[in-house]
Nanobody, 122 residues
């Protein structure tokens, strides 16, 4: 069973930046697509960003385009989410996600991390 472990969350002020990291316990075809999802208090989970482990294709939710950047380290399959100009509405638990294909990642990822809290104060 692949495990995804996130790190890098915290409490910041509006306008600040944070970088989240996610490392998988093992490489598997089931983690070909990796990304981030988030859940704000009282709201449903929403897709944030995705990247393939091969190539550089990346996808973003409209709400984070231009502010968040997803990237990967080819040496150890770690992925990152660089978040700039954070706003109070970005407050959520951020989950690392993985799936064999992009469609699955967007709709119902096969693998989930435990989540890391990001809180943005105004």
């Amino acid at each position: 069973q692949v495990q995804l472990v996130e790190s890098g969350g915290g409490l910041v002020q509006a306008g600040d930046s944070l970088r989240l990291s996610c490392v998988a316990s093992q490489y598997s075809d089931s983690t070909y697509w990796r990304g981030w999802s988030r859940q704000a208090p009282g709201k449903e989970r929403e897709f944030v960003a995705a990247i393939s482990l091969v190539g550089r294709a990346a996808h973003y939710a409209d709400s984070v385009k231009g502010r968040f950047t997803i990237s990967k380290d080819d040496t150890d399959d770690t992925i990152y989410l660089q978040m700039e100009n954070l706003q109070p509405w970005d407050t959520a638990i951020y989950y690392c996600i993985a799936d064999p294909n992009l469609g699955g990642l967007l709709r119902n990822p096969q693998h989930w991390g435990q989540g890391t809290q990001v809180t943005v104060s105004s």
